[in-house]
């Protein structure tokens, strides 16, 4: 079984009601999920999951098919059996959404609305066009694909980590 964006953030959300007694927001669940997304590629040189890619909206990355689908009020009790197999199947994913979930839990959307726009994060590069000089020359449209390079590369940087 393949695994999709949906199920990654609805583990995302397991993961903070179970560890932490919280349920997260839209805001929150979409930059842990990016957070998650581009540590494992720059990890694994993969994509965590092929069914959506990350989109440059005005707070920051966007995965739009769980950020329609994912009902941010359900308390998730545990998951089918073939979904368990499936997430333990890629320990190092599950490991992974656990270290961030823990730390990122407790985040605002404000703060991690900021944290993804800081200047040079993929959502700025994506969004911002610049000349040879660095200054911003256009804005490119909302919804524009944050491509896996820009994703890749910055988190590839320990400087770009919230943690190690």
Wanted: no cysteine.
């Amino acid at each position: 079984m393949e695994l999709t964006s949906i199920d990654y953030a609805r583990l995302i959300q397991y993961a903070a009601q179970k560890q932490h007694m919280v349920l997260l927001n839209k805001t929150q669940i979409n930059k842990i999920l990016f957070y998650v997304y581009g540590v494992y590629l720059a990890e694994n040189q993969l994509p965590l999951f092929m069914d959506d890619t990350p989109k440059a909206w005005t707070y920051g990355p966007v995965f739009p098919r769980p950020n329609k689908s994912v009902d941010i009020n359900e308390v998730i009790k545990s998951f089918p059996a073939d979904k368990v197999k499936a997430y333990k199947a890629n320990k190092k994913a599950l490991d992974l959404v656990v270290k961030v979930v823990d730390r990122m839990y407790d985040k605002s959307a404000m703060s991690l609305t900021q944290w993804s726009h800081v200047e040079n994060s993929p959502w700025y590069n994506t969004v911002y066009q610049k000349d040879r000089d660095g200054n911003i020359i256009k804005q490119r449209p909302w919804n524009t694909r944050i491509e896996d390079s820009l994703i890749k590369d910055y988190f590839s940087k320990p400087e770009n980590r919230i943690f190690g």
